[in-house]
């Protein structure tokens, strides 16, 4: 059992990133599943279609639930992590493009700079944890 264990206390560092990873989309997620008007009213954007605030809302929360489940056991939940670098590079790519297009308040902005530093932190808590061959 304490073998089993072992992997998962050596990766502190990869633990606690998903933490906060989980955290932040799960929080995010609320946010805009219960206050988006608030959200959008303080930001002074345009709200769009409510339908299409929650739905991606909701998905963030199960993107935090996802991350939390890796945070318990890095070396397991491995193979999850590239879902959550596709999510990360999703939201990236598409306000990458609308920035192209023109200007991206605010609103949007932080996230997608959020969602990049994630992305890279994805990417390195990916080589860090042990593959199936390493365990």
């Known amino acids: 059992m304490a ?14 990133l998903f933490f906060v990873a989980g955290l932040y989309d799960l929080a995010l997620g609320a946010l805009l599943l219960y206050m988006a008007p608030a959200v959008f009213a303080f930001a002074k954007t345009p709200m769009p279609v409510l339908p299409y605030v929650h739905f991606p809302a909701a998905l963030l929360i199960v993107f935090g639930l996802l991350f939390w489940h890796v945070m318990f056991r ?26 192209f297009k023109g200007p991206l308040t605010w609103v949007w902005l932080v996230p997608a700079v959020v969602a990049l530093v994630f992305l890279v932190l994805f990417l390195w808590a990916f080589c860090k944890c042990p593959g199936e061959d390493d365990l």
């Open 3 to 16: 073998d089993e264990i072992a992997p998962a206390r050596k990766l502190g560092k990869v633990r606690f």
């Open 74 to 99: 890095p070396d397991l939940g491995r193979v999850l992590i590239p879902y959550g670098i596709l999510l990360k590079l999703a939201v990236c790519a598409t306000a990458g493009w609308y920035w």
